[in-house]
């Protein structure tokens, strides 16, 4: 292997659409995998705060669950275990329709949604309870006061939390490469059987999670900023 | 189902649990535990120096460990593990075997996450402790070896659990790498049966979980004594006067 040469991989117009189609798979299951934990932590958290006795313990289960099982040994259940006992034609259809980034999109974002779910309840109920008081007394309804004075709160308190998570969303969908989905981590080590240029494909590979990683977190910090200016000035 | 799980479980369990120990490499469970345990181990030196580093006033110092930590946050753990995989051997100049590997990586990895629990711990102090040991004639070092770092490390236990069931889960990954650890044996076991994949990753799930969560638990159990502790007598004073207000606001 001749010295550190960066252009052998750059100028490669096949490596370099290996590349971008990884980036893109990494896309797709990250922001996959995002909205189907936000919108299972939202379903949760309605749960938790509900009159239903069990709906707490059933969240709490699940949580406990998806915090205490590796990530990994979870999207192998999926996608070694789960996919064969599903019936014959959801199997070829799923098979038809890159199943391993579907799986992983399911594995990733029931995953994360225990996550979610805890940030924002840790967020909400870090709101004063004299909040809601407050918003009845001045005529608000359950629902109203809800969604008016105690969510726009708990949501802001929320956001720290929520925006490392959503980072390390973001790093755990290199863990699809264990199914075969094609995303990012994929394409390097394809490129690396393919070109021998070890050193520089990596290099490539952690610079570009770097940055899309990096780009998260500034734009969460810069979203806090604009939820609470007063508070991020004093952080 | 259960039946099929019990029959695995009676086949499999020693398998499961140190691999193919006499034969051949510990495996298993016993060397998942290992190379988490060692990685904590070895974590955590590394992680107090890189803290003390990053509270260092010497912008030598702090610049360079603030670049790894920031990298290491950012980066995913299997992209370190494939740069282990390859650098290791490059500087050892051997043939590594692949716990070595992962063991670096976890090392650096956790030591990178460990340094900030550290830093929040010694931070969360506040600056009287070091002022107050400064004008009892400690050096630096002195300060924080003997009051800093005792009251900061203990106030961590809790957090270093929770990084040690962190790392117990990172394991798995070295499964990429062929680490006999748990996940390697289960996959072994599911080769070997080839019908029954489900159940085999089911049992993997639970081990894992029953490990994990009994440790959190410990964890969740020395963070509530550890908050009594420190809130001191003072907190046990204050506890009927907050039942009182509370009886008066409910006569009221």
């Not at chain 1, 329709?97 to 940030?119: K, P, R, T, V, W």
């Not at chain 2, 996959?187 to 639970?206: E, K, M």
Request: charged share 10%; glycine share 6%; with cysteine.
């Amino acid at each position: 292997m001749s010295g550190f040469d960066l252009s052998a991989i750059l100028s490669n117009p096949e490596y370099v659409e290996m590349l971008l189609h990884g980036i893109e798979m990494t896309f797709v299951i990250y922001i996959g995998s995002w909205l189907l934990a936000m919108t299972l932590a939202l379903v949760f958290l309605g749960l938790r705060f509900s009159p239903l006795r069990f709906g707490n313990s059933i969240v709490a289960a699940y949580v406990s669950y998806h915090r205490n099982v590796p990530t990994l040994v979870q999207l192998m259940l999926w996608y070694f275990g789960i996919f064969t006992l599903m019936p014959q034609g959801w199997t070829t259809w799923l098979a038809g329709h890159n199943a391993e980034a579907i799986f992983a999109i399911i594995g990733l974002g029931l995953c994360q949604a225990a996550y979610f779910s805890e940030d924002l309840r840790s967020g909400l109920r870090s709101v004063n309870p004299g909040q809601m008081e407050a918003a009845k007394a001045l005529g608000h309804s359950y629902i109203s006061a809800m969604r008016f004075v105690i969510m726009p709160q708990g949501v802001r308190n929320a956001l720290p939390p929520l925006i490392n998570h959503s980072v390390s969303l973001f790093k755990n969908s290199s863990l699809a490469l264990v199914i075969g989905a094609s995303e990012l981590t994929h394409a390097v080590k394809e490129i690396e059987n393919l070109s021998f240029r070890t050193f520089e494909i990596y290099l490539v590979g952690t610079v570009l999670y770097l940055f899309f990683s990096l780009l998260i977190m500034t734009g969460g910090a810069y979203l806090s900023m604009r939820a609470d200016p007063a508070r991020s000035a004093r952080a | 189902m259960i039946n099929d799980i019990i029959a695995i479980i009676k086949d499999y369990w020693l398998l499961l649990l140190i691999g193919q120990y006499p034969n051949g490499p510990l495996g298993g469970l016993a060397n998942t535990l290992i190379l988490s345990a060692l990685s904590i181990a070895l974590a955590f030196p590394v992680s107090i120096l890189f803290a003390l580093a990053r509270l260092s006033k010497w912008p030598m110092l702090r610049w360079p460990v603030t670049a790894l930590v920031y990298v290491t946050r950012g980066v995913p753990l299997l992209m370190l593990i494939l740069w282990s995989y390859f650098l290791v051997p490059l500087w050892t100049g051997a043939d590594v075997p692949s716990f070595v590997t992962m063991l670096t990586t976890l090392v650096v990895y956790q030591g990178a996450f460990l340094s900030e629990v550290v830093r929040a711990g010694i931070v969360a102090l506040g600056h009287g402790q070091m002022e107050a040991a400064r004008a009892l004639g400690h050096s630096y070092l002195g300060a924080m070896r003997y009051i800093i770092l005792p009251q900061a490390l203990y106030n961590m236990i809790p957090s270093i659990i929770s990084t040690f069931v962190s790392t117990i889960k990172d394991t798995t990954l070295g499964y990429v790498i062929n680490v006999p650890d748990l996940t390697f044996a289960a996959s072994q076991v599911n080769n070997q049966l080839l019908t029954q994949p489900f159940q085999v990753f089911l049992i993997l799930a639970i081990v894992y979980y029953a490990i994990c969560w009994s440790l959190t638990h410990v964890a969740n159990r020395l963070e509530r004594r550890i908050a009594l502790r420190r809130a001191g007598p003072s907190s046990l004073r204050a506890t009927p006067l907050v039942a009182t207000s509370k009886i008066v606001s409910e006569q009221l």
